[in-house]
């Protein structure tokens, strides 16, 4: 079930254990600075935007995928609009 957020959208595709593994975050608005304790790996299945990784700034597009590390702080600025598809994952 989607549900609105301060940025846009968010959809959880897949829980296990009562963890979010997978879910769908909409953007229409930049996002907060945040961490995991997983790896995220986050997929671009529609617009562009930045992904803020730590120090590190990444230009995404439809078809990017990056991936966060950890207890590392992060957020999604999106150009106009972007669709991120997000897993959580123990390892890499």
Known sequence: MKRKTSFGTMEILLEKDGQIVSEVLVFH???????HPLWEICYITDG????VNGDKREQVKKGSVC???????????????MEVLLVYSPKS
């Open 48 to 51: 562009e935007g930045i992904i």
């Open 67 to 81: 991936k966060i590390s950890p207890h590392t702080d992060h957020w999604m600025i999106p150009q106009d609009y």
């Open 29 to 35: 608005k930049e996002g907060r600075g945040h961490k």
